[in-house]
T-cell receptor, first 113, second 115 residues
Framework: DQQVKQNSPSLSVQEGRISILNCDYTNSMFDYFLWYKKYPAEGPTFLISISSIKDKNEDGRFTVFLNKSAKHLSLHIVPSQPGDSAVYFCAASGRGSNYKLTFGKGTLLTVNP | KAGVTQTPRYLIKTRGQQVTLSCSPISGHRSVSWYQQTPGQGLQFLFEYFSETQRNKGNFPGRFSGRQFSNSRSEMNVSTLELGDSALYLC??????????????FGPGTRLTVL
């Protein structure tokens, strides 16, 4: 049973435009959500996070939106740059026994010059 | 501050053999988690160690085991290797265990190929 789902395996965007990566979760015990970026031959790098008490968190070009009622979060990258091309993983964790990170399968973002 | 290091970076083994992977966390980090990444399954949690004790375990068979040393360095071992064990094994460290908001920092991974 996949508790964190990234339904789009890949996304292609033009440089300068907005990239929107989506993530859905099923476990209502999750209360902390993160996005990681991964380049080939490297480990995932933490990008941005959001607590369930917020519905938006912004860090430079990256904004994460959380819709708790829909159990949905999204990562917006504006403007997209070729260096943003990577695999993006959505992850979630919760309190108690759910504290360990549960990852989605990732979305490959390609930003075309 | 040095990041998470993993050795070796690449490994080729044959079915039935066993393998040991090593992870050195960021200085001051006491929690180490291990993940398996495969193309079809994404990142799957193997186990977490804190203060030399296993704190949490994922849904993997007993062939997968680990340990943590007093300096927080960790090793994971896979015995009786199967073809399906071919994957990228990632180690992540964080300051504490059991805190959902404590960011995990990943190493570059060990690419294991089982022939």
């Amino acid at each position: 049973d996949q508790q964190v789902k990234q339904n789009s395996p890949s996304l292609s965007v033009q440089e300068g435009r907005i990239s929107i990566l989506n993530c859905d979760y099923t476990n209502s015990m999750f209360d902390y959500f993160l996005w990681y970026k991964k380049y080939p031959a490297e480990g995932p790098t933490f990008l941005i996070s959001i607590s369930s008490i917020k519905d938006k968190n912004e860090d430079g070009r990256f904004t994460v939106f959380l819709n708790k009622s829909a159990k949905h979060l999204s990562l917006h990258i504006v403007p997209s740059q070729p260096g943003d091309s990577a695999v993006y993983f959505c992850a979630a964790s919760g309190r108690g026994s759910n504290y360990k990170l549960t990852f989605g399968k990732g979305t490959l973002l390609t930003v075309n010059p | 501050k040095a990041g998470v290091t993993q050795t070796p970076r690449y490994l080729i083994k044959t079915r039935g053999q066993q393998v040991t992977l090593s992870c050195s966390p960021i200085s001051g980090h006491r929690s180490v988690s291990w993940y398996q990444q495969t193309p079809g399954q994404g990142l799957q949690f193997l186990f977490e160690y804190f203060s030399e004790t296993q704190r949490n375990k994922g849904n993997f068979p007993g062939r997968f085991s680990g340990r943590q040393f007093s300096n927080s360095r960790s090793e994971m071992n896979v015995s009786t290797l199967e073809l399906g064990d071919s994957a990228l094994y990632l180690c992540a460290s964080s300051r504490v265990a059991g805190a959902s908001t404590d960011t995990q920092y990943f190493g570059p991974g060990t690419r294991l190929t089982v022939l």
